[in-house]
């Protein structure tokens, strides 16, 4: 199948000059598919997917229940996307794509098993894209996306060129995925529905592993655990397992990874560790041990420990894969970020100062509790007003008091009602549950935010010149920060702060 000239992103991470590491690339597998069609395609998981096959040069077409900017993005590259589930979508479509977000009674899905047409998961296509490529994929709990950044921007900053498929933007980028031209591709893992598993690369990382999702592992940590090893041992005999050694999870399950293991951390018995870390604002810098190599000096644009974790698995595989040390120290110091990862949304003046708004996609308690402590490290004179959207019903009910815990230590909160996500509500797991549960440890007095226009009056009560607003959660809130952002420069240039 030729290559595409017409859908090819104007942004592009920096092509190799070394012929060795350039390839083209068709998928042998697939050459009876031409026409390709997601239900759900505007979702993060389904539409980066949906833009590599595109650059690919496959037929793509989709559906979603609503139009966006990513659909909008995909129809500029030639997708044809319709509003709506209807059997008539289809057209003559070869294979089907969905996600565990769909209903198998959906009529698209329906019409597909009718007429005999291949529905399958979207991981078991992103494990084909993979399949004849030098595969990279990037497992855990928490850090998934900025792990599979950094990756693919270290590798870009050495020439390498990287296919990547993401669960958010990359700034420099402004997108989610893209065709590359070497032999990489650097994707995330999803645990979330045990997806994962589809996947065969030839070096796995995994971040940690915590409890989450465990309805898909019937509420039995010891099988989540086991599925993971399992992912793991997806990988070739000569293939690479990173780990991250300071999660204790990961440490009890490796002497299990009949593997090559590569280990990294802050803990002393690491192979690849990070010493000396300290932070200034949004910086962060460490010294970088690594056995038989000078120690190596390096900075990141992100502030936290949990993302210093995320730069040492960047740097196990740069090294394994013998990308420079300049290439990595360069990488590293000048990613831009991910797109809802403690994305700055801008300082606003405030009566006597400003006011500093960051977006955090965090939604579970230690994913919280990271952001909290890099708060804390990089502006310690500062006061944390949150506002916190908890996501899924399930979820709350289960870290329920986790998530009392860690909430109350900031300087303010708001709660936004639980986003369900699909769910039903679950008694005593909604935020008015959790408000109560907070006041009466006695740390703060949450405020409950019943709608998203009592927001900003709330906030003009709470605010205090030298804040920083973190506005977190999984659900629509990203959508409402951004809102923030111009109610709040409009309520300095009105002269009300």
Wanted: glycine letters at 8%.
């Amino acid at each position: 199948m030729p290559p595409p000239t017409s859908c090819v992103p104007a942004w592009r991470l920096p092509v190799s000059t070394n012929t060795a590491t350039q390839a083209t690339f068709t998928l042998p597998g697939m050459r009876r598919i031409r026409h390709i069609h997601f239900v759900g395609i505007g979702g993060v998981g389904m539409c980066g997917i949906a833009e590599v096959l595109l650059n690919l040069g496959y037929e793509v077409s989709g559906s979603d229940l609503k139009r966006s900017a990513v659909t909008e993005r995909l129809e500029s590259f030639g997708a044809r996307i319709d509003i709506g589930h209807r059997a008539e979508n289809l057209l003559e479509a070869d294979v089907l794509v969905v996600s565990s977000a769909i209903n198998p009674q959906n009529p698209e899905v329906a019409a597909a098993i009718e007429r005999r047409i291949p529905v399958v998961p979207r991981a078991e296509m992103l494990a084909e894209l993979m399949r004849y490529r030098h595969g990279i994929a990037v497992a855990g709990t928490h850090g998934k996306t900025t792990t599979t950044s950094l990756i693919a921007s270290v590798l870009a900053a050495d020439g390498m060129s990287p296919t990547f498929v993401i669960g958010g933007k990359l700034t420099a980028a402004g997108t989610n995925a893209q065709l590359g031209e070497s032999r990489y591709l650097v994707a995330e893992a999803d645990e979330s529905d045990a997806s994962f598993l589809h996947l065969q690369p030839m070096v796995a990382i995994v971040t940690n592993i915590d409890a989450d999702h465990m309805e898909t592992y019937e509420g039995d940590f010891s099988k989540l655990k086991r599925t993971f090893v399992e992912f793991l041992h997806n990988l070739p005999f000569y293939g690479l397992a990173v780990l991250c050694i300071d999660d204790p999870v990961v440490r009890e399950i490796l002497p299990q990874i009949n593997r090559q293991v590569v280990t990294y951390g802050q803990s002393e018995d690491a192979d690849i560790r990070a010493v000396n870390i300290h932070q200034r604002g949004m910086q962060t810098f460490f010294t970088v041990l690594r056995e038989g190599r000078e120690p190596l000096d390096v900075s990141v644009n992100m502030p936290g420990v949990h993302n210093v974790l995320n730069s040492l698995a960047t740097i196990a595989v740069a090294t394994d894969e013998g990308v420079s040390d300049r290439a990595i120290v360069d990488g590293l110091a000048g990613f831009q970020g991910v797109g809802r990862r403690f994305q700055v949304q801008g300082n606003f003046r405030w009566g006597t100062g400003e006011i500093m708004l960051v977006d955090d996609y965090g939604h579970h308690p230690r994913e919280v509790a990271a952001v909290i402590k890099a708060v804390r490290a990089g502006w310690p004179e500062r006061r944390l007003v949150m506002l916190y959207q908890p996501h899924r019903y399930s979820r709350t009910r289960d870290l329920y008091e986790d998530f009392v815990q860690v909430l109350g230590e900031a300087n303010a909160l708001l709660l936004m009602e639980v986003y369900p996500a699909g769910e039903e509500p679950v008694t005593g797991a909604d935020s008015k549950h959790l408000c109560r549960s907070i006041r009466q440890r006695g740390q703060l007095d949450p405020i409950y935010v019943e709608r998203d226009a009592d927001v900003m009056p709330l906030l003009e009560a709470v605010l205090q010149p030298g804040d920083i607003l973190l506005t977190q959660g999984a659900g629509d809130i990203g959508g409402l920060s951004v809102q923030l952002a111009d109610a709040l420069a409009t309520h300095f240039r009105e002269g009300k702060a």
